[in-house]
């Protein structure tokens, strides 16, 4: 079964960091395009953040530049972090990853994606 699961979100109080995990099961992520999306609530989804298997290269929305990081796994590559820092209430939100074939990525925040995870809660709260 070809999946995503999320891990590692939580309550936070503002300022503080969290990590989330993207764990692909039943395929590879290899030549695979991994985004993370949020939603709050009664607010669109958005695009937070992506990054190409082939070349690394990463991608961010303005609101969490200098402060998230995507990275993957140094010797799986199969599990796909974001590190988020100095995190806000504005921040709340389910988090989604997905993964779609990075050939088929023109504009990662708008592109269809093949695989989502469930989603996992982030709440940003004093």
């Known amino acids: 079964q070809l999946q995503l699961v999320e891990s590692g979100g939580g309550l936070v109080q503002p300022g503080e960091s969290l990590r989330l995990a993207c764990a692909a099961s039943?395929?590879?992520?290899?030549?695979?395009?991994v985004a993370w999306f949020r939603q709050a609530p009664g607010k669109e989804r958005e695009g937070v953040s992506c990054?190409?298997?082939?070349?690394?290269?990463?991608?961010y929305a303005d609101s969490v530049k200098g402060r998230f990081t995507i990275s993957r796994h140094n010797s799986t590559k199969n599990t796909v972090y974001l590190q988020m820092n100095s995190l806000s209430p504005e921040d709340t939100g389910v988090y989604y990853c997905a993964a779609t074939a990075e050939v088929l990525l023109l504009n990662w925040q708008i592109d269809p994606y093949d695989y989502w995870g469930q989603g996992i809660q982030v709440t940003v709260s004093a």
């Open positions: 039943g395929f590879t992520l290899n030549y695979y395009a």
């Open positions: 990054m190409r298997d082939s070349d690394g290269s990463t991608y």
